[in-house]
């Protein structure tokens, strides 16, 4: 029987926190059950395969466990009509790396309900690069759309600018005609590259950091928030009067110590985007758009390929904020 690799983490029963993660050799009997088995050809790095991968919060929750909570590759085999052996397939989520085994592995098995046809005019690479991070930044624009934030109502801000949300939500919301200005802890060795995704303005995270008061100048018509915490009380409370907040991340913590003035006095909107169980019409919307109004030279600027020995690595830089854009991750 073939053999492949895969990221392996245990945990022993009642020990607290789950073993370091290693590279097994495992067949296809390894895998947990589901009626679609995918040869996996990409995946990628986000910041909850980084918690998963060294266990610095409680993401996986079942053992063993493959983590990726994206991929995309080719189906070798299916029990359902609407796959068939051939099929260029991605997944983004669903509890795939959390509670079902993921994709950091040759082979992955799955429920179909939990994949999209990988959309034609897109290479594994690209749909890597946009992975959970880009198709959750989509989210978020089309939230903000859906509110009523039009590039005319003024400009937009992006938190977190340089992560891989953060990266394609400025290259996204800057593509569509908006006014992007970016906040990031880098601004100095980064400035130039959030430039070239098409921000306007790069501003220093400290800015929206500290203590937020209740109301602040108003500065922006609505903002895409990767960061939550007090960078996510402060945003709010310099929206723009009836503009609003897609509020998707927490790299800067779970918490929101902020008021109710945003919403009671300018009317403000707290938009909660989340990609996991997003339902499937909303995820073929997504990259609809994410085909349509993505820049590809963009995309391709803010993504790197690492191979799959990186994998264990990259998940310590990640959290640490040290990675730039998007990680791509050749399996095949
Ligand atoms: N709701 C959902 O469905 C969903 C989906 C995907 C991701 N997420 C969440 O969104 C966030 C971003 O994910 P990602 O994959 O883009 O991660 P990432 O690539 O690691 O980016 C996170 C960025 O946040 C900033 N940051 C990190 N620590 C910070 C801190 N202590 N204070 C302020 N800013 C900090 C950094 O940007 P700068 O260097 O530019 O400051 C960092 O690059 C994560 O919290 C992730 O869990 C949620």
């Not at 908006?178 to 995704?197: D, F, I, M, N, P």
Request: charge should be negative.
């Amino acid at each position: 029987m073939e053999r492949f690799k895969a990221i392996w983490i245990t945990k022993e029963e009642d020990a607290k926190r789950q073993n370091p993660a290693e590279v097994r050799e495992i067949g296809l009997d390894d895998l947990m059950d589901g009626d679609v088995t995918v040869r996996v050809e990409q995946s990628t790095i986000n910041y909850k395969d980084g918690l998963a991968v060294t266990g610095k919060s409680p993401v996986v929750r079942r053992f063993p466990m493959i983590p990726g909570i994206d991929f995309t590759g080719e189906v070798v085999s299916s029990d359902v009509a609407e796959f068939e052996t051939g099929d260029k397939v991605l997944l983004n989520g669903f509890g795939v790396g959390e509670t079902h085994m993921g994709g950091f592995a040759g082979y992955a098995r799955v429920k179909s309900d939990w994949l999209i046809a990988r959309p034609s005019d897109l290479t594994g690479h690209e749909a890597m690069a946009i992975g959970t991070a880009g198709y959750t930044a989509m989210l978020c624009v089309i939230a903000l759309e859906r509110h009523g934030i039009t590039p005319d109502r003024g400009p937009v801000l992006v938190t977190g600018a340089v992560g891989g949300v953060g990266s394609v939500a400025v290259a996204l919301l800057a593509r569509l005609g908006y006014e992007v200005v970016a906040s990031t802890g880098r601004k100095e060795q980064e400035e130039a590259y959030l430039k070239e995704l098409g921000a306007s303005e790069v501003i220093e995270r400290s800015e929206l950091q500290g203590a937020a008061r209740p109301i602040a100048k108003e500065r922006w018509a609505g903002a895409v928030d990767t960061v939550g915490s007090e960078t996510l009380a402060n945003v709010l409370s310099m929206i723009r009067y009836g503009g609003a907040v897609a509020a998707c991340g927490l790299a800067g913590g779970m918490d929101l110590p902020g008021s109710v003035a945003p919403f009671i006095l300018r009317g403000v909107s707290l938009l909660g985007i989340d990609s996991v169980m997003a339902p499937k019409r909303l995820r073929i919307e997504a990259y609809e758009r994410l085909v349509r109004d993505l820049d590809r030279d963009r995309l391709t600027r803010l993504s790197s390929t690492i191979g799959f020995d990186e994998i264990i690595p990259m998940a310590d830089e990640i959290l640490a904020g040290r990675v730039r854009g998007r990680l791509i991750v050749d399996i095949g």
